[in-house]
Antibody, heavy 121, light 112 residues
């Protein structure tokens, strides 16, 4: 059973860079299709940030204005999110998730528990 | 970008009664392979989202059969045949046809 676990600083200063890692256990990161990041500001809905394909190609939400970078480290079986030039509006719970099926979309069937990141001085 | 609009945004339900949530897309989510690229997720209080339905109508593993979904193109519906207390939470539809993938605003289901 694949499990995902987010980690990273819970507090980031304005204009700084938010860096999060999603550790994958119970299976190889190479054996799933898409790996994504989703966030949820306090009391608000879900926002898709972006994703990385097993081949390494990426897609991002243009609303983040090119501030997001998602990468994979296969040697550590983890993938990461960097979000630059953060403001208070980036305060949110950040989730990582995966879509497993190489042949036909099967949904984000595995999610991490989420990690709260607060942007504040 | 594709925009999803859910209704209602709040849904008080009575246990044992049916419930229905609508999701409308600004563009067709029907792909050339015949599948609609729309998922449904439930976020229970204090938890991560969980997958209920993928490709418009396919129930995810372990999802009770009281949950069903239908629709094609731009109009979709999630139905709960008989609501149980454990079904409370926020339901989101999500388009996965093309990036940027996007969620609807969410529908909060609570017990009357």
């Amino acid at each position: 059973q694949v499990q995902l676990q987010e980690s990273g600083p819970g507090l980031v200063k304005p204009s700084g860079t938010l860096s999060l890692t999603c550790d994958v256990s119970g299976g190889s990161i190479s054996n799933s299709n898409w790996w994504c990041w989703v966030r949820q500001p306090p009391g608000k809905g879900l926002e898709w940030i972006g994703e990385i394909y097993h081949s390494g190609s990426t897609n991002y939400n243009p609303s983040l204005k090119s501030r997001a970078i998602i990468s994979v480290d296969k040697s550590k079986n983890q993938f990461s999110l960097k979000l630059t030039s953060v403001t208070a509006a980036d305060t949110a719970v950040y989730f990582c998730a995966r879509e497993a099926d190489f042949d036909l979309w099967s949904g984000y069937d595995n999610w991490g528990q989420g990690t709260l990141v607060i942007v504040s001085s | 970008d594709i925009v999803l609009t859910q209704s209602p945004l709040s849904l008080p339900v009575t246990p044992g009664e049916p419930a229905s949530i609508s999701c409308r897309s600004s563009q067709s989510l029907l792909f050339r392979n015949g599948y609609n690229y729309l998922d449904w997720y439930l976020q229970k209080p204090g938890q991560s989202p969980q997958l209920l339905i993928y490709l418009g109508s396919k129930r995810a593993s372990g999802v009770p059969d009281r949950f069903s979904a239908s629709g094609s193109g731009t109009d979709f519906t999630l139905k709960i045949s008989r609501v149980e207390a454990e079904d409370v939470g926020i339901y989101y539809c999500m388009q996965v046809l093309q990036p940027p993938r996007a969620f609807g605003q969410g529908t909060k289901v609570e017990i009357k």
